[in-house]
């Protein structure tokens, strides 16, 4: 049994990926003028905000103040749209229960800035089952760097290798595989095929009601 639980957040803990997609390809289109295709923005939705911004335009198109400010207007976009749906990925709640009655430690390793992080655990009231928390402000580089896990392993006092990393990006699983955790991967917004190359994944699951998370209690 694994001793520490590490989610990723946008599309593991909630689906809701397709609303910051959405979110990005107006901004980058209609107030960027960038002329990116519905397949091109998806293909940059990793990382932080403004390593987004740099792969798409270049390293010193923008200032940093600049980008900050693009960022809230983006966040503010996706979380206008998406808060009427805002709900935990089914069965993530009694899972979440389940883990802190086996006393399995559990964190959150994200690439969200904290605005978008309170935004989802101030509205889902999780907070309390997660003893740390890294976000896009806590690392230098983002997913697939595996900074953001084995801080949250720090973090939590826990072994990398007794780590098992809930994500739903091929990024956020090769993170994991760098940081030497094997992967549960929910398939919220990429396919299995995206995942082939990556040998630490444990299982696929649509949500927390898969019977084939149990095997991570034994």
């Not at 689906?15 to 390809?25: G, I, Q, R, T």
């Not at 709640?93 to 800035?113: P, R, Y």
């Not at 978008?116 to 896009?136: H, I, K, P, R, W």
């Not at 739903?168 to 190359?197: C, T």
Request: proline share 3%; charged share 25%; net charge negative.
């Amino acid at each position: 049994m694994a001793k520490a639980f590490l989610f990723d957040m946008n599309g593991t803990m909630i689906n809701d990926m397709s609303y910051h997609e959405k979110a990005w390809y107006h901004l980058l289109n209609e107030d960027l003028g960038a002329n990116l295709s519905w397949e091109t923005v998806k293909s940059h939705m990793y990382g932080k905000n403004d390593e987004l911004m740099v792969r798409i335009f270049g390293q010193d198109h923008f200032t940093q103040e600049q980008m900050d400010a693009l960022s809230m207007q983006k966040e503010l976009k996706y979380q206008e749209a998406y808060k009427p749906h805002l709900k935990l990925i089914d069965g993530l709640d009694d899972f979440l229960e389940k883990a802190k009655t086996h006393n399995i430690s559990m964190a959150i390793g994200t690439a969200a800035i904290p605005f978008n992080v309170n935004f989802v655990l101030d509205e889902l009231s999780v907070g309390n089952y997660f003893t740390a928390l890294v976000t896009a402000d806590d690392v230098s580089i983002s997913k697939p760097n595996p900074e953001v896990f084995l801080k949250c392993a720090d973090l939590l006092g826990v072994a990398y290798e007794n780590c098992v990393v809930f994500e739903d990006s091929p990024k956020g699983v090769d993170a994991a595989l760098r940081a030497g955790m094997k992967a549960v991967v929910i398939l919220s917004y990429h396919s299995k095929h995206e995942f082939d190359h990556l040998p630490n994944v444990l299982c696929f699951v649509d949500d927390y009601n898969d019977p084939a998370l149990n095997e991570l209690f034994l």
